[in-house]
Nanobody, 123 residues
């Protein structure tokens, strides 16, 4: 079955950086779009960034210019480089696989999810 495992979360000071990884198995990874979402306490899970099977990307306006999504199809791994982190970036970050090669910002268009990794940004 499809499995997604996130790693790389942690505690960082405002202005710092973290790199999240999402290791995928059980699917031909390169055929599908992938995305990152996040959920802060008491809030809805929200779109962060996504990447098509061909490498085209889309970002939420709140992270554009600070976060970079990428993928290495040979390693079945997706990444999220997060720079200039702010306290409002604090959340559990989830990776997900799309239902097709393209991407959207809608949670319902993603069918498999990882367990999440906590990112905490202190002020």
């Amino acid at each position: 079955q499809v499995q997604l495992v996130e790693s790389g979360g942690g505690l960082v000071q405002a202005g710092g950086s973290l790199r999240l990884s999402c290791a995928a198995s059980g699917r031909t990874f390169s055929n599908y779009g992938m995305g990152w979402f996040r959920q802060a306490p008491g809030k809805e899970r929200e779109f962060v960034a996504a990447i098509t099977s061909g490498g085209n990307t889309n970002y939420a306006s709140s992270v554009k210019g600070r976060f970079t999504i990428s993928r290495d199809n040979a390693k079945n791994t997706m990444y999220l480089q997060m720079n200039s982190l702010k306290p409002e970036d604090t959340a559990v970050y989830y990776c997900a696989t799309g239902r097709a090669a393209w991407i959207t910002t809608a949670k319902g268009d993603y069918d498999y999810w990882g367990q999440g990794t906590q990112v905490t940004v202190s002020s």
